[in-house]
């Protein structure tokens, strides 16, 4: 399949979401008017029952009245089912926005930008037009912390990485699964307050079951209260006496009610977001998985007795329950007969006995799901991108490498090989030859690489490994440091890696750019050949054209690339292809005069 079939593809779904959601307008005004007409016939019967009662009226009103509840619960059922079918259309209207290089309306992840991360910051993982946007179509907080984790601590385990392989190969043609997914999550906005809110209540210890008092209490005093109640229906007990056990139950919520009020207020704000995880571990219950990290996942939301997703139930069943007391005529009467609000109380506690240490664990399946299928739809929409192979041995080995953020149309792709350990490729070229692009190409496809993703080549072998990267050096004024010291900084924390013995895979754009030139030359050479004595791996990018000598002396070592640059007379033309030895070719003083800095 090629993008022109996806974006085909995409905009068949369209079309299809697009006549279901006309078809559930047109029931939606035909239940409308039903619940109308239905209710209207109920009240009017009701009201002539007044005038004189019969059975006809009465059984005529409770059947109309039956059947304007009906209307009334599937009227909400369609409307549900509508904001599904939208939620839908925009996913698939939005992804061919991606198919033609717009993603900008995906939250771009700059809440984790961090200058002082080893490589994400110069590599743009996160920001505007960033990796994390493009990638991202995350539907819960947890599912997007949790992409930004990874992205930003590499998975050394050779297992883990393949496991995930399979796992984003099993849901990359589950398109159908995956949207139906994603369309229930984004059915409800989640606030990062939600969740702190539902980790509250679970981190709360529970407090009504363990005092045999209040387990007493709600046997006894409903048992007296509706007993004196039956009693004085039938004449045989005097009302006073249902009244002092109704108020005494009435006294003890009023006791309980700030601990109540904030308990309820707690799980009722939580409870969409709960309504939404239940229907998402719906979707995980009665998917038959193939790989094996997907079925890890599926067992971990199963209890010994019954599902996750029914567990869930009961307390949203709990939940929706305790909620009645809001409406006070209600919320009174059940306090007065049945002290609802510490049965509520009760239930909540003895539920979140027996699954609260599950709850955490369910909400972590729901992030690893989420995150898999952003990963499967960045599979989907690129089919010509590939999982690549980990090697013990082989350091880096590419074909048709390209950055996975260039458009197909304009990227331009190069083979590219790291074979052994202490290897350094030093890449010179004109500006905008594509120096810095090509070290960001590296760096983007080994984070994909190592997060089990698939990467932008037609070959791709690597060897697990750390990164670092020293490209955007940025001074701080908070910090009083200046550029050339921030820099440095960076420079002593690559050698102290490499003294540390860990294997990390370098990227170096321009060394010493903060400081004069001759003294540039010469402290980037002896940085250079310290990196080839602690057997550093990496490659390193520069306009320094005497660190190519470095060849020379250390022909194991170091390997010269280059981007060419084209120059015929007044013309530019850059072909961004990685070529062997030194660039011939410098253009900045050609740039200037053709953008009337200076004239000839």
Not at 485 to 512: G, M, N, P, V
């Amino acid at each position: 399949m090629g993008i022109a079939d996806i974006e085909k593809n995409y905009n068949e779904r369209i079309h299809t979401f697009l006549k279901e959601e006309v078809k559930i307008c047109k029931r939606l005004t035909i239940l409308s008017f039903l619940r109308f007409f239905s209710f209207i016939i109920a009240i009017a019967l009701f009201v002539l029952l007044f005038k004189e009662i019969t059975l006809l009226k009465f059984s005529g009103g409770i059947a109309f009245l039956v059947l304007f509840i009906i209307f009334v619960v599937r009227y909400f059922k369609q409307t549900d089912l509508l904001n599904h079918y939208k939620n839908l259309i925009k996913i698939n209207s939005e992804e061919k926005e991606v198919i033609n290089n717009n993603y900008s309306f995906f939250n771009d992840g700059a809440d984790y930008i961090n200058r002082d991360h080893p490589y994400s910051y110069d590599l743009d993982v996160f920001g505007k037009g960033s990796l994390f946007q493009y990638l991202n179509r995350t539907f819960t907080i947890v599912g997007r912390d949790l992409l930004a984790n990874r992205l930003l601590n590499l998975d050394l385990n050779k297992q883990d990485v393949e496991n995930r392989h399979e796992a984003v190969q099993e849901l990359t043609p589950e398109i159908e699964w995956r949207q139906n997914v994603m369309a229930t999550g984004y059915s409800t906005p989640i606030s990062v307050d939600d969740n702190k809110k539902i980790q509250y209540w679970i981190d709360k210890p529970v407090y009504f079951i363990n005092k045999i008092f209040y387990k007493v209490l709600l046997i006894f005093l409903p048992t007296i209260t509706i007993t004196f109640l039956f009693l004085l229906i039938f004449g045989i007990s005097h009302y006073s006496w249902f009244a002092l056990f109704a108020l005494a139950q009435l006294f003890i919520a009023s006791f309980l009610i700030r601990k109540t009020n904030k308990e309820q207020r707690v799980v009722s704000e939580g409870l969409r977001t709960l309504k939404k995880y239940s229907k998402i571990l719906k979707f995980i219950e009665e998917k038959r998985f193939d790989s094996k990290l997907l079925n890890n996942l599926k067992t971990e939301i199963k209890t010994e007795d019954e599902s996750a997703g029914n567990a869930f139930k009961k307390l949203i069943k709990i939940i929706d329950a305790f909620d009645t007391r809001l409406n006070i005529f209600l919320g009174v009467i059940l306090n007065a007969t049945l002290m609802w609000d510490l049965y509520s109380m009760i239930r909540l506690e003895l539920w979140k006995r027996k699954y609260g240490s599950n709850l955490k664990k369910w909400i972590k399946v729901i992030a690893e799901l989420d995150l898999f299928c952003s990963i499967a739809n960045f599979k989907y929409n690129n089919p010509d991108f590939i999982f690549p192979e980990i090697s013990d041995k082989t350091i880096f080995r590419s074909s048709e490498l390209g950055h996975p953020l260039i458009p197909y149309k304009n990227r331009v792709n190069n083979d590219f090989n790291l074979n052994k350990s202490g290897e350094i490729v030093i890449i010179t070229g004109a500006n905008m030859a594509g120096k810095s692009t090509f070290l960001r190409t590296i760096g983007v496809n080994l984070i994909l690489a190592m997060n089990g993703m698939p990467v932008c080549a037609s070959d791709f072998k690597f060897r697990l490994t750390e990164i670092f990267s020293g490209m955007r050096t940025a001074d701080s004024l908070k910090e009083n440091e200046s550029y050339f010291y921030a820099e440095l900084k960076r420079l002593k924390h690559i050698i102290e890696k490499l003294k540390q013995k860990k294997l990390s895979f370098i990227l170096l754009d321009e060394i010493l750019k903060g400081t004069n030139s001759v003294d540039k030359a010469k402290g980037s050479w002896k940085f250079v050949e310290h990196l080839t004595e602690l057997k550093a791996t990496g490659v390193i990018a520069t306009h320094d054209l005497t660190l190519c000598d470095l060849e020379t002396k250390y022909p194991e070592n170091i390997i010269n690339k280059c981007f060419e640059v084209q120059i015929d007379k007044n013309k530019i033309k850059f072909d961004y292809k990685l070529h062997s030895g030194v660039t011939q070719n410098m253009n900045a003083s050609l740039l200037m005069q053709q953008m009337g800095i200076f004239s000839k």
